[in-house]
């Protein structure tokens, strides 16, 4: 189309025509070149052509210029009804009544379905239809598809217009077209919209329709602005197009749960730190402790008198402009808190389980591999080449794969379960035995710790010796478990994955119960003000855990990157393990979840932990791994990710943390809750406080009726269950319905190539026929089909141009043996006669086989029939320029 | 600032940002993009609306297409001469399809005409054995390219005609969560 756009002066075109119309359209037709191109661009791009600074400024007319002249301007070229002008002006035509013309059939659509897929059926269905056009019918064939694209596109223009500003945006987008048609039917929508409009209320729809610009300019700009706030695109662009999909998840998840952290920092930081520090600034630091440089470490010692720990934080109501009870604002904000990353979790796990389980099929494996696996996002050379080879290794193993598993013998299989067996048990007792040695770890630090106020440095020193077991062992049985995951073999690469990950979750679940357990049974009986103690020991372990990840991904990555590259060439670069990694930074998580009970400010440490954490591994990666050898379907692990982080992680912590405020009895000495029995008994000394007044009587009444009562928790139970159970059968109702779909579908392509077959069978009988009118046959049909039923299956399609075709033969066979042609072909447009055709055709279609094969039949009612099409085109032409005439009376 | 407003008119913004996946920021920097791969033959001024083309030679030369196997059948797909010649409308469009807000039907479209190399509207066997040479460096026995293509077409095709036809492929890409991730370029 740029071949004009400079302006219609310098068009040729624009000097040879008369009517701009007809001459600019049959000049471009030498441009439609590609059967793609459905829509010559050229059209669209220039119907508004008059404006004198080409159609980015027409355009712009048209939105600003519109009182004057509202729609003469913007589309006659195409002709289409929506806009044309009324030569009076007084105008407007309602929306409507430019479809009276055509045949009621044509609405029938679905308007209010899918109209991408509407769209795209009929573009897909047009492109079948003419899969290598004849040369000699270019012509014609050019002309169909012309009208046919009109209607259709006026269709989406009517459907696009009835809905709201937000939708069109939405729908234009995702129509599969060039943004030069996307641009037009978007012209072509604002400027029916503001013609539909425009003759009731002028200044109203005006105003109305200048909000919406100026809210989508606003929306854009906010949209804009989010993206320049997002965190680490560059490197995240970087490591995609290094390494792919699968490593990128992992510093996705690790930015979500950096995100996490700093959400849970500002609000402990703003409802519970703010308020104390208001409140009172100094320190009650004894005199006798100072600051060693340990406490980083140990986080005991004078941390123990900061804000750090659940001991400094007041008991008291504020009393200033507002009454601010520290222990209600403690109480809930950690539990608002809680609460809320539990729903983002819960909607984040459900909305991926969506989207990448509920749908997928592991039947599908080599189309998967083939034509969905490629990583677009790959920019590296060496990643690209790394891929290819890994995708044949993948595809020359599914091929042998199942070969493999057929020569397996019995003795085989036999072996190959005891090894299953014996590496469970293996990795199964070697967690048990880790949660064992922390319990009597745990048991011999108790017996040397006591409860003073101040430690000697060594003392505080001994407190490390858990947290680095801990961590010691974290890093050091997952290593095991990746050794037993060598020798077996498992038949899928997923299950493997799957089981490495099982048995790391149930080493790491096993530590922290152990863990908890001591913290929940021991240390409160222990000492006087208990849970800053646990504070304490929650921060030793986040801390001693960073540190290990850091020496993890030097020894580790490094050592291996250098023992790969220069001493044992054999073993290789090592790959980046990202089921690993995210189970670290999972535990990571967890450990600051449950601390945030006991340490209000330890998502600070968090923040720097995966802050730095971030770049260490980035710069890990990209100097020493190489991309994963294998590459699973990283979506899927995604979900799994996050479903590991909710489920035994999340739920951990929150049953940990809501066991601590439901039962434990809270320090008498210290903390915002002593003297309390637990906890929670906060709410209900606020609801008795609250009851005492009577207008807020209603908040007791809930208070006793739904939290405290067990009925409430029932019933609502009962109902929850009996929700499930009926989405349940609904789910299997569907299964089922999925299963009879794809039958239909396979009987569709059944009776697809059952009809193709006997329309080749008609076309080798009579071939002189065919070759006369196959253009018009074809044409006629893709008419009817269009105005099918909306299914779109191409079977369909194909039954119309049988339909089609037996109508025409059937005119001719009338023809011959005198019977006249219906009158009103001529007073109808085509279109009418082609329906009445079809109909007639529907009639009589049983007799179509005997003609067939009966002597040649004559061409006249075709002829008459195409005579018909032209004259009513020539009308529609002379419709369209004598309202280009009148709209622009020059 | 200023220098914004001498690109594009705020009715071409407009135009841009509802018809793709872009924001006003990103389309500038395309327009940078796109600017600099021929600062010669690409003007600074947008509002009349200049018409310029780049070679697919320049196009292809991007490093976020250089790389890729398929940077020609993308260009083709979406330059309007089918050559892998683009305009900035091209560019814009190719890069809002492959973008991360481009919806799943969208992309299973051009994915679909990204594969059908011969332009019949399907993926038949051809098409199949050109993708996985071209994703496997012809280093698969010919044997072996057979053996995978009808294994996808066996599992791939729901209707039975022994090729692919776009609904085929919007089915299996519906089943095939990964295909948002990787049909995705980002800019």
């Known amino acids: 189309m740029t071949s004009y756009s400079n302006g219609g002066v310098f068009n040729p075109a624009y000097h040879d025509s008369e009517t701009l119309e007809i001459d600019r359209r049959s000049s471009r037709k030498h441009q439609h070149t590609n059967p793609y191109a459905r829509v010559d661009p050229a059209q669209w791009g220039h119907n508004v052509?008059?404006?004198?600074?080409?159609?980015?400024?027409?355009?712009?007319?048209?939105?600003?210029?519109?009182?004057?002249?509202?729609?003469?301007?913007?589309?006659?070229?195409?002709?289409?009804?929506?806009?044309?002008?009324?030569?009076?002006?007084?105008?407007?035509?309602?929306?409507?009544?430019?479809?009276?013309?055509?045949?009621?059939?044509?609405?029938?659509?679905?308007?209010?379905?899918?109209?991408?897929?509407?769209?795209?059926?009929?573009?897909?269905?047009?492109?079948?239809?003419?899969?290598?056009?004849?040369?000699?019918?270019?012509?014609?064939?050019?002309?169909?598809?012309?009208?046919e694209m009109e209607n259709e596109e006026q269709n989406l223009i009517k459907e696009l217009v009835a809905l709201s500003t937000t939708e069109q945006i939405r729908k234009i987008r995702e129509l599969p077209v060039s943004f030069e048609e996307k641009k037009h039917v978007r012209t072509q929508v604002t400027a029916f919209k503001s013609s539909g409009q425009y003759h009731h209320f002028t200044s109203l729809t005006d105003f109305s329709q200048n909000m919406s610009l100026s809210m989508r300019r606003f929306g854009y700009s906010i949209k804009s602005a989010r993206q320049t706030l997002q965190l680490w695109q560059?490197?995240?662009?970087?490591?995609?197009?290094?390494?792919?999909?699968?490593?990128?998840?992992?510093?996705?998840?690790?930015?979500?749960?950096?995100?996490?952290?700093?959400?849970?920092?500002?609000?402990?930081?703003?409802?519970?730190?703010?308020?104390?520090?208001?409140?009172?600034?100094?320190?009650?630091?004894?005199?006798?402790?100072?600051?060693?440089?340990?406490e980083l470490l140990t986080g005991a010692g004078y941390f123990n008198y900061t804000i750090m720990y659940y001991g400094s934080y007041s008991n008291e109501t504020i009393r200033g402009l507002l009454d601010y009870d520290m222990q209600l604002a403690y109480f809930f904000t950690i539990s608002v808190y809680m609460v809320l990353c539990g729903l983002v979790l819960i909607f984040s796990m459900a909305s991926s389980f969506k989207k990448n389980y509920a749908l997928a099929d592991p039947a599908s494996n080599s189309a998967w591999q083939l034509l969905c696996s490629w990583d677009f996002s790959i920019t590296n050379e060496k990643a690209v080449n790394q891929r290819k080879n890994n995708l044949r290794i993948q595809l020359k193993e599914s091929l042998s794969e199942k070969a493999h598993r057929e020569r397996q013998t019995t003795s085989e299989q036999l072996k190959q379960y005891g090894i299953y067996f014996g590496s469970w048990l293996l990795s199964t007792g070697l967690a048990a035995g880790c949660g064992a040695s922390i319990f009597y770890l745990?048991?011999?630090?108790?017996?040397?710790?006591?409860?003073?106020?101040?430690?000697?440095?060594?003392?505080?020193?001994?407190?490390?010796?858990?947290?680095?077991?801990?961590?010691?062992?974290?890093?050091?049985?997952?290593?095991?478990?990746?050794?037993?995951?060598?020798?077996?073999?498992?038949?899928?690469?997923?299950?493997?994955?799957?089981?490495?990950?099982?048995?790391?979750?149930?080493?790491?679940?096993?530590?922290?119960?152990?863990?908890?357990?001591?913290?929940?049974?021991?240390?409160?009986?222990?000492?006087?003000?208990?849970?800053?103690?646990?504070?304490?020991?929650?921060?030793?372990?986040?801390?001693?855990?960073?540190?290990?990840?850091?020496?993890?991904?030097?020894?580790?990555?490094?050592?291996?990157?250098?023992?790969?590259?220069?001493?044992?060439?054999?073993l290789g670069v090592p790959e980046f393990d990202v089921a690993r990694n995210v189970l670290e930074i999972i535990y990571a998580q967890t450990l600051a979840w449950i601390g945030i009970y006991f340490s209000p400010l330890l998502p600070v440490i968090q923040i720097l932990k995966f802050f730095i954490l971030f770049y260490l591994k980035k710069v890990s990666l990209t100097h020493n791994c190489q991309p994963p050898r294998r590459s699973g379907r990283a979506a899927q692990m995604k979900t799994i990710f996050i479903f590991?982080?909710?489920?035994?992680?999340?739920?951990?912590?929150?049953?940990?943390?809501?066991?601590?405020?439901?039962?434990?009895?809270?320090?008498?000495?210290?903390?915002?809750?002593?003297?309390?029995?637990?906890?929670?008994?906060?709410?209900?000394?606020?609801?008795?406080?609250?009851?005492?007044?009577?207008?807020?009587?209603?908040?007791?009444?809930?208070?006793?009726?739904?939290?405290?009562?067990?009925?409430?928790?029932?019933?609502?139970?009962?109902?929850?269950?009996?929700?499930?159970?009926?989405?349940?059968?609904?789910?299997?109702?569907?299964?089922?319905?999925?299963?009879?779909?794809?039958?239909?579908?396979?009987?569709?392509?059944?009776?697809?190539?059952?009809?193709?077959?006997?329309?080749?069978?008609?076309?080798?009988?009579?071939?002189?026929?065919?070759?006369?009118?196959?253009?018009?046959?074809?044409?006629?049909?893709r008419r009817s089909a269009e105005r099918s039923s909306g299914s779109q299956s191409n079977s369909n399609a194909m039954v119309q141009v049988l339909l089609a075709r037996q109508q025409l033969e059937e005119e001719e066979r009338r023809r011959a043996s005198g019977v006249s042609v219906p009158s009103d072909i001529s007073t109808s447009d085509a279109v009418t006669q082609a329906m009445l055709a079809r109909q007639k055709a529907e009639r009589q279609d049983e007799n179509v086989y005997e003609i067939t094969d009966g002597h040649p039949p004559s061409l006249d009612a075709v002829a008459q029939s195409l005579a018909a099409r032209q004259r009513a085109e020539d009308r529609d032409e002379y419709w369209s320029t004598t309202h280009f005439n009148q709209s622009n009376p020059v | 600032m200023g220098n914004k407003q001498t690109i594009f008119t705020a009715q071409q913004l407009d135009a841009?940002?509802?018809?793709?996946?872009?924001?006003?920021?990103?389309?500038?920097?395309?327009?940078?993009?796109?600017?600099?791969?021929?600062?010669?033959?690409?003007?600074?001024?947008?509002?009349?609306?200049?018409?310029?083309?780049?070679?697919?030679?320049?196009?292809?030369?991007?490093?976020?297409?250089?790389?890729?196997?398929?940077?020609?059948?993308?260009?083709?797909?979406?330059?309007?001469?089918?050559?892998?010649?683009?305009?900035?409308?091209?560019f814009l469009d190719m890069f809002s399809v492959l973008s991360e807000m481009a919806p799943r039907d969208l992309k299973a479209y051009y994915a679909f005409k990204i594969y059908d190399f011969n332009n019949d509207d399907f993926i038949c066997k051809s098409d199949l054995e050109k993708t996985l040479n071209k994703l496997t460096r012809n280093e698969l026995t010919e044997d072996e390219v057979k053996m995978v293509c009808e294994k996808v077409i066996d599992e791939a095709d729901l209707d039975n005609d022994g090729r692919l036809s776009l609904e085929d492929f919007q089915h299996m890409i519906n089943r095939a969560p990964d295909f948002l991730s990787t049909f995705h370029i980002r800019i």
């Open chain 1, 49 to 147: 052509e008059p404006g004198d600074n080409g159609e980015w400024g027409a355009a712009g007319d048209g939105w600003t210029r519109r009182e004057n002249v509202p729609m003469g301007l913007i589309s006659t070229r195409l002709g289409s009804p929506p806009l044309q002008q009324n030569p009076n002006n007084t105008s407007q035509i309602d929306p409507d009544s430019q479809y009276d013309r055509l045949p009621p059939v044509q609405l029938h659509s679905s308007i209010s379905g899918n109209m991408t897929m509407r769209w795209r059926g009929v573009t897909m269905r047009r492109m079948s239809m003419f899969p290598n056009a004849d040369p000699a019918h270019a012509a014609f064939t050019e002309d169909a598809i012309k009208s």
């Open chain 1, 442 to 570: 745990c048991h011999y630090e108790d017996e040397r710790v006591e409860d003073t106020e101040t430690w000697s440095a060594l003392k505080e020193a001994e407190t490390l010796l858990v947290p680095f077991v801990v961590s010691l062992m974290n890093m050091v049985i997952p290593l095991f478990f990746s050794l037993f995951n060598k020798f077996e073999q498992y038949s899928s690469q997923r299950k493997q994955i799957y089981a490495l990950l099982f048995r790391n979750v149930l080493l790491r679940i096993s530590i922290l119960g152990v863990l908890c357990y001591y913290w929940m049974n021991t240390v409160p009986q222990k000492f006087t003000c208990w849970e800053p103690m646990v504070g304490q020991a929650l921060y030793r372990l986040v801390i001693v855990d960073f540190i290990f990840l850091m020496l993890g991904s030097l020894f580790g990555e490094f050592l291996s990157n250098v023992i790969g590259t220069k001493i044992q060439p054999r």
């Open chain 1, 644 to 781: 590991l982080l909710f489920f035994p992680f999340f739920v951990g912590a929150l049953s940990i943390v809501a066991y601590t405020s439901w039962r434990l009895t809270p320090s008498e000495q210290c903390g915002p809750f002593r003297g309390l029995n637990s906890t929670f008994s906060v709410t209900g000394e606020w609801i008795d406080h609250v009851n005492n007044n009577s207008s807020t009587h209603w908040v007791g009444w809930i208070y006793q009726n739904v939290i405290r009562s067990e009925i409430f928790y029932f019933l609502s139970t009962l109902i929850i269950l009996v929700i499930i159970y009926i989405f349940w059968q609904l789910i299997q109702g569907r299964k089922q319905l999925i299963v009879l779909l794809r039958r239909q579908i396979i009987n569709e392509g059944k009776d697809k190539s059952f009809l193709l077959e006997k329309l080749q069978n008609l076309q080798k009988s009579c071939p002189e026929v065919n070759k006369k009118h196959k253009k018009r046959t074809t044409h006629t049909s």
């Open chain 1, 234 to 294: 560059g490197i995240m662009k970087e490591i995609g197009g290094k390494f792919g999909s699968s490593v990128l998840n992992y510093f996705v998840l690790l930015k979500w749960l950096l995100l996490f952290n700093i959400f849970s920092f500002l609000v402990n930081f703003g409802f519970i730190t703010i308020p104390l520090l208001v409140y009172d600034l100094s320190l009650n630091v004894s005199p006798n402790v100072s600051f060693r440089g340990l």
């Open chain 2, 16 to 90: 841009y940002q509802d018809c793709t996946y872009f924001t006003r920021k990103e389309i500038l920097r395309l327009f940078y993009r796109y600017r600099d791969l021929a600062p010669q033959l690409v003007p600074l001024d947008y509002t009349n609306h200049p018409d310029v083309k780049l070679p697919y030679e320049l196009i292809g030369s991007m490093p976020e297409l250089k790389d890729n196997p398929f940077r020609q059948r993308i260009a083709e797909v979406f330059s309007e001469d089918g050559e892998g010649n683009m305009t900035l409308d091209n």
